[in-house]
Structure formats: structure tokens, C-alpha cells
């Protein structure tokens, strides 16, 4: 590791990549590259952060210049030319390489063509039982081949809706390709998602093909859902035809198709050139207050972001095996399959991420020979609070990257995985969100981390911390905005003609800029911090704080398993703020712990955002791609029924809400 001191006034750093390691990582070659070809700034001798900070603002003071240099480094294949590359920036509404036809499938699967890769690991796979299978390169490229074929023979045509019933299993990768390869538009929800919350999403697009498995392993136990895959069938009158992936070993039901039969050809590859703005895929919102949105983003949007996502920021090549823990509802199933764009093996592991302990993932890393492992910051906590030591127990050699997402990581977090990982790793704390499947602000391998900070904002993404009056500020907390477009931005929500409610999402705040609902604050040094969603902020006494500080603080105590945080404004102009926790085994909330828990807030946050009561709860709701919900709570505690509080579909534990809604009834009573 490097020992080059920084600047006086900046922190130390937890970690500072070496020379070599800065020299030969993808995005300084980029840089050297873009700089004789493009007028790019130059690569600064000995001062990675100045030459990062320069392309930065490089690439979003000259989009046109950047997003043309990607595709050039990248090799993108166009069946047609484009015109230019960005035909109106306005955002919505930013038109991207008109003219321009591509496939994003084609370019997932290049590497099957050399000959040199072809008999190489695509895919690697497995589940609870740890047996790990391989699909190669060639292997993988015959399955697309063979179902797009199949699909094509059972009508679908580009525009068509395609949907996977699945766990993250190969077969979800081989439908997803094979959909994109016939120009038809991929969505998907993971098999613990129930009939109801299945149907919120996939009666939207109206899907014309189903992918289904009769069951799922998790937790050690078999989970059945045959009976949901024929709620399913009866709910969706558009489909032609439904493929039975016997993943338990039960025939397929009446009238299904078998995926074996679809995916035994051996045929030519063919890949539909669509324009560069032709739906890939659908994603879904959370959906916790109504249906969920309905995201649509393109097949040339998606390969150009997700190429400088994968290359640029993490660094993936072809010597690399990229894990990250997902399930097929969350857009980082979509992220980790678009590993494949840098030719890297993707693994996928498909079980509980505590089963049968906490070092699950860290087995599966270990197994897999994983280079760059992907997981959420709540995995990282429990790991800490669980006392596990994979540096020590497990060999994590190959490991040289750990990203977190779904959550900002706290200090503690960083602390832990430097200290009980390895010294030498390279922490990549990213931000982004399912409305761009991407990220806003995360890794650089060339940068020095620093804790609780994500390492700078990503290429091509004019990010800024807005106050309310719409003037960017440094080091100050403001709303995250983009007042760019980025590729990956919605073309729109599917079932929205007017584009109302993708204007109400994200451009009713500051008109032409896209507002995401995260609080950020950017430093003077360039990093990044997330406090948390700013619809669910904290506001005492004019003093604003993301939820996400209070969570840090408090879930460092042992006793303390989780916790909620709410805000409500009081009708009398006051303001009531409960923390709700979920003690740990054994653990007991008496007055003791509540003087513990003010006292580290006060001490380590700010007096005025201690909590009026904490109340020992019974667990803490989660939507289904395990984030706290606290709008909905905090509507439940302001008198909202539940049925208009949340979609009961869109949560974890219904019962856990029913908790909280009891117990705004009861305040209720005792006011009155």
C-alpha cells in the first residue's frame, strides 16, 4: 500500500491503493486513452485524487465527448450508426445516439467468441449445499441462442413483455439474455415475493411469456410454490405460454413448457438490432405506499452505464469473479449480471444469507475464488455484531474488493471490514437506486477511502447536494440531485402516457433536475456522504439529520439488534421523535439502556435529535429487498389506516407493521 500522505486538512485515510495497483487500474488507462484522443485532462503524476477530480468534471462539462470516448473503449458494436450522442439533454425527456441500433445481449456474450474464453466459467453457481456448477462461456451463448430461438417460435417480437418467476439461479440469466437478444423486455420478481406482490407489478406490463420454478430452497428448508406459480397463470390472461423450471423435481404442471426442451438446440446466434432507447427491462419501486412504479430502462442506456460501471468503477476485467448477494427482485441482480460486460465471471448464489450462520456469504466468496464481492451494509453490521472473523476463518486471498449497498455503511462498518477482512481491501461503499440501475456515487479504485465516506461521485453523473432554495453546497447537508442526464435515467414508467408520475418522482422539486429523496453531503475533498432519505428526514428545531446517523449510533450497542427512527410533526407545532428498537436475545430495555442510548446519541450526534421515548418493538418492517420502511410507519403513527398507510405486498412482515399501527391506536386513545 501506498504511504503518500494527503493534503494537511483531510483525514487520515482507512486505505490507500498503491502504484501499481493506481497504474494499472482501468479507469487511469481511460484517462491516459481519453486524453490523447478526446482533449480529456491528463493524468496527474502522484496525485491520483487531482487526476479522478480533473476527468470528472471532464466527462460532465462534455457529456458528448465522455459517453462517445466509452463506446469507443469499449468496443460498442452499433448495427446501425448514430447521429449524435446527445440529441436534447433535457431532463425527462434526454435523447441518447439516435440512429443508432445495437444488442445488449450481443456484447454480454463476447467473449464466447474468442476462442480462448469460450471453454472459460461464465457463470459459476450454487446454493445451500455449497456444490458449486460452471456454465462457460460457449455453454451459456448455446442456451441464449437455443431459448431466444424458442422464444421467437412462440411469437415474442421486440416490445414483448418476458417475466421470471425465479431465484438467482443460471436459468434467470440464460431468459434474460435470450429475451434481450430477441429485442423483448425482461422483468422479474424473486419467489419469496407472494402471488399479490407478484401480480401488483406483473399485471403493469402484461407479460406474454412466464418463467417459473416449482419451489426454492432457503433457510434449510424447501419452499413450495406450485400453487403460487397457478395464481399466477390465472392472474396474467396475457400470457401465451409459461416454462416450468422443475428446480424441486416436480413435473411440469398442465400446459406448461419445459425448460430443457427450449434450451437443447444447438442454433446460431441471433441478436435483434433495436434502437438504443428499446426497453432491456422493467424494474419495480418498493411499492410501499401504492403500486409499485414500474421503471423502464433501455437496452443502450444499460450497456453503456453498466460498461463504465463495471470497468470504470470496480475495475472488472476478465481475470475477475464478481459476486454479489441478490435475489432477481433487486436491480442488483440486474448490476451483477451486467458483469458479464467486462468478461468477468459472474457468481450467483441462490439461499439465505445467514444459512446455516452469518459467514455465509464469506463461504461462498472463499468457494468461488471471488475477486470483488458484493453485498448489503445490514450484512456487514451483522457480521460485527455477531463476532465472526473471515479473515481468520475463511481464505479470502482472492479478495480485493468488498462494495455495500442498500444502505449507507457506517464508520463502524469500515472499521470492521478493514480489521476483520484484510488491511489491504479496497471498500466500496456505492449509492444509487433502482430508478437508474446504477450508481450516483461509489468506488474508484485509484482513490484512498475514507470511513463513512463513498470515495467520489461516478463518471458522466453531475452529482450535487442541493439546499432548498435549489444553490449547491459543500460540506453541508442537501438534497442529492443529477443536473445531468445519465443514460440509464428512465425512458419512462410503464403505464404512465403522460409521464406525470415520472415527472412527480423526481423532477417536482427543482423543474429539469433530477432529485433522488437522499440527504448527501459533499465534501471539500470530493467524497460523499449519505445520510438517509430526506422524505423521512429529521428536523428538530431547523437542525436536519438522516435517520442513517441515528441507526449507526445506536446499533453499535450489543443490546440492540435494530432500530427505527421517526419524526412527526405535532399538530400544536411540537415535534414527537420515538426510536424503536429490536432488543437482541437476552437483552432487556429498562432504564439503564434508554440512559445508554440517549447518552450516545447526544454525545455523538447532537443533543437536540435524542429520542422522546424508546420503545422496545417486536422486529423493525422491511420492504421486500430488505430496506426499512419509515414513511409508512410514520403515517401509521399519524393517524393513517394501514390499508392506505403501505401495500401490504410490498412488506416483509405485515405482522411487525400491525404492531405499530396497534400502537397508534392506543396514543390516539390516550389523547383523547
Not at 469499449?74 to 446501425?80: H, L, M
Not at 456454465?135 to 437455443?146: F, G, K, P, T
Not at 456522504?529 to 428545531?541: E, Y
Request: net charge negative.
Amino acid at each position: 500500500m501506498s504511504t503518500t500522505p494527503e493534503p494537511a486538512d483531510s483525514p487520515e485515510p482507512l486505505w490507500t491503493p498503491g502504484p501499481e495497483r493506481i497504474a494499472r487500474a482501468q479507469v487511469t488507462r481511460f484517462q491516459d486513452w481519453t486524453a490523447e484522443r478526446y482533449g480529456a485532462p491528463a493524468t496527474v503524476p502522484g496525485d491520483p485524487a487531482a487526476s479522478y477530480h480533473a476527468l470528472h468534471a471532464w466527462s460532465v462539462r462534455d457529456p458528448d465527448a465522455f459517453w462517445r470516448a466509452i463506446t469507443e473503449w469499449y468496443d460498442v458494436r452499433f448495427s446501425t450508426p448514430y447521429e449524435t450522442v446527445l440529441a436534447d439533454a433535457s431532463m425527462p425527456g434526454a435523447r441518447w445516439f439516435p440512429g443508432g441500433t445495437l444488442n445488449y445481449a450481443e456484447h454480454a456474450l463476447r467473449p464466447a467468441l474468442d476462442p480462448a474464453r469460450a471453454d472459460t466459467p461464465a457463470l459459476l453457481h450454487l446454493d445451500e449445499s455449497h456444490e458449486t456448477g460452471t456454465v462457460s462461456w460457449a455453454e451459456l451463448s448455446r442456451q441464449v441462442a437455443s431459448l431466444a430461438a424458442a422464444l421467437r417460435r412462440l411469437g415474442v417480437t421486440p416490445g414483448d413483455r418476458v417475466s421470471g418467476y425465479l431465484p438467482n439461479i443460471p436459468q434467470a440469466v440464460v431468459a434474460l439474455l435470450a429475451t434481450a437478444a430477441v429485442g423483448g423486455v425482461w422483468t422479474s420478481c424473486a419467489p419469496d415475493f407472494g402471488a399479490r406482490s407478484v401480480l401488483d407489478r406483473f399485471q403493469q406490463v402484461e407479460p406474454v411469456v412466464l418463467f417459473t420454478v416449482d419451489g426454492y430452497r432457503y433457510g434449510g428448508k424447501r419452499h413450495e410454490r406450485t400453487d403460487v406459480v397457478t395464481e399466477l397463470r390465472a392472474g396474467l390472461p396475457s400470457l401465451r405460454a409459461t416454462v416450468h423450471i422443475p428446480l424441486l423435481g416436480t413435473p411440469a404442471p398442465e400446459g406448461a413448457l419445459d425448460w430443457a426442451d427450449l434450451t437443447a438446440d444447438d442454433t446460431a446466434p441471433a441478436y435483434e438490432a433495436v434502437p438504443f432507447d428499446h426497453p432491456l427491462w422493467v424494474l419495480y419501486s418498493s411499492g410501499t405506499t401504492g403500486l409499485p412504479k414500474a421503471i423502464v430502462q433501455s437496452q443502450g442506456g444499460i450497456l453503456l452505464e453498466h460498461l463504465k460501471q463495471t470497468g470504470l468503477h470496480l475495475d472488472l476485467g476478465p481475470d475477475d469473479r464478481f459476486f454479489w448477494y441478490t435475489s432477481t427482485g433487486w436491480m442488483m441482480w440486474n448490476f451483477l449480471v451486467s458483469g458479464l460486460l467486462a468478461g468477468s465471471t459472474v457468481v450467483l448464489y441462490d439461499g439465505s444469507p445467514g444459512y446455516p450462520d452469518v459467514a455465509a456469504q464469506w463461504r461462498v466468496a472463499e468457494q468461488t475464488g471471488t475477486t470483488v464481492f458484493g453485498t448489503s451494509a445490514a450484512y456487514v453490521i451483522a457480521c460485527r455484531k455477531a463476532d465472526i472473523h473471515p479473515g481468520r476463518d475463511v481464505d479470502l486471498s482472492a479478495v480485493k474488493c468488498v462494495a455495500t449497498t442498500g444502505s449507507p455503511l457506517p464508520p463502524d462498518g469500515f472499521r470492521w471490514l478493514h480489521d476483520e477482512v484484510k488491511e489491504d481491501l479496497w471498500i466500496a461503499s456505492v449509492s444509487g437506486g433502482t430508478d437508474v440501475c446504477s450508481c450516483f456515487a461509489g468506488g474508484v479504485p485509484t482513490l484512498p477511502v475514507h470511513i463513512g465516506e463513498l470515495q467520489a461521485p461516478c463518471l458522466g453523473t453531475d452529482l450535487q447536494a442541493w439546499d432548498a432554495q435549489g444553490r449547491p453546497v459543500v460540506d453541508e447537508v442537501g438534497e442529492l440531485v443529477v443536473t445531468n442526464p445519465m443514460p440509464s435515467m428512465p425512458i419512462r414508467f410503464w403505464n404512465d402516457p403522460d409521464g406525470a408520475r415520472y415527472r412527480e418522482s423526481y423532477f417536482e422539486m427543482f423543474p429539469g433536475v433530477w432529485r433522488h429523496g437522499d440527504w448527501i453531503t459533499l465534501t471539500a475533498r470530493g467524497t460523499v456522504v449519505i445520510h438517509g432519505r430526506s422524505d423521512s428526514t429529521l428536523n428538530r428545531q431547523g437542525v436536519r439529520m438522516g435517520s442513517s446517523d441515528i441507526y449507526e449510533v445506536v446499533e453499535r450497542l450489543p443490546e440492540i439488534r435494530e432500530s427505527l427512527v421517526i419524526g412527526i410533526e405535532q399538530p400544536d407545532g411540537g415535534y414527537w421523535m420515538p426510536l424503536f428498537v429490536q432488543l437482541a436475545d437476552g437483552a432487556e430495555l429498562n432504564d439503564a439502556l434508554r440512559d445508554r442510548i440517549r447518552t450516545a446519541i447526544r454525545a455523538q450526534l447532537s443533543p437536540r435529535h435524542v429520542p422522546d421515548e424508546v420503545i422496545a418493538v417486536p422486529g423493525v418492517p422491511h420492504t421486500l429487498t430488505g430496506k426499512r420502511i419509515e414513511v409508512p410507519v410514520k403515517r401509521l403513527l399519524q393517524g393513517t389506516a394501514l390499508d392506505k398507510a403501505v401495500n401490504p405486498g410490498s412488506v416483509d412482515d405485515l405482522g411487525v407493521l400491525r404492531f405499530y399501527e396497534r400502537l397508534a391506536a392506543e396514543r390516539a386513545k390516550g389523547r383523547s
